[in-house]
């Protein structure tokens, strides 16, 4: 088996399909640090994924079983979460953007980036993996990056995490803790199992108690780049 790292975690994975290996490519392993687990995606752990999945190749479904072994290894032994979320890095700094899909995370950060040209670069578009570490949180990059294709194989401190709303205006506040942990809860994978859950609910938690979060009224003009730049890098924000 090959070996591969996302989020620090180093683990053997039996890709059945090129595709699923291509994916991959940029994460491989070539150390000595022995592989935290084995995963090999049998057609049932397929079949699972393909419901309500089904126009979806299954190269991609295959490389979904395998997310979703990572994500329950980083929830019951690295303090990690997945997160839906477009988390770009600024100055080295690491923003999240999170909202249902079609909000328009990804636009809203492209426009961050041609701002900023090369004082900034994508960590992922789309499933960024969140651990806490070493007393504070990071951001790393997966394979897993959205239509685009956008990320890189990088770990970043988080100083922000934004909620994007549509709105006639553009307008960055301060959030309150009650109103993101809904909006968290319902961009993270969630599990049946209870231990995995209590956990999943106590670093979120954590994470809106330890990192800047804010709300993001935007409509999609470039001007909406500047609002949010300004208030969560240079904490111009609106205080309600």
Not at 83 to 107: E, N, Q, R, V
Not at 185 to 195: A, G, K, M, W
Request: proline share 2%; charged share 25%.
């Amino acid at each position: 088996m090959a070996k591969y790292k996302i989020a620090g975690v180093v683990f053997e994975f039996n890709a059945k399909t090129k595709g699923a290996h291509k994916m991959l490519d940029e994460y491989k392993y070539l150390g000595d640090k022995p592989a935290c687990f084995s995963f090999s995606a049998t057609e049932k752990d397929i079949a699972n994924e393909r419901e309500g999945l089904t126009e979806l190749p299954s190269w991609y479904l295959e490389s979904l079983a395998l997310f979703r072994k990572l994500c329950e290894y980083v929830i019951d032994n690295c303090n990690g979460i997945i997160f839906h979320a477009s988390a770009i890095a600024i100055d080295d700094k690491a923003y999240l953007f999170t909202a249902p899909s079609g909000t328009g995370k990804s636009t809203h950060v492209a426009m961050l980036r041609e701002k900023l040209k090369n004082r900034a670069f994508m960590i992922n578009d789309d499933k960024p993996i969140v651990r806490y570490e070493n007393g504070a949180f990071y951001a790393y990059g997966t394979p897993w990056n959205g239509k685009h294709h956008l990320s890189t194989n990088s770990r970043v401190k988080i100083e922000g995490i934004c909620k994007l709303y549509r709105a006639d205006s553009n307008v960055i506040r301060k959030a309150e803790k009650k109103e993101m942990i809904i909006t968290v809860l319902n961009q993270t994978l969630r599990f049946s199992d209870e231990t995995r859950t209590d956990k999943l609910l106590s670093l979120i938690d954590k994470m809106l108690s330890e990192v800047k979060i804010y709300a993001l009224g935007c409509n999609m003009e470039t001007e909406a780049a500047n609002v949010s730049y300004n208030g969560m890098v240079k904490g111009e924000v609106y205080e309600n």
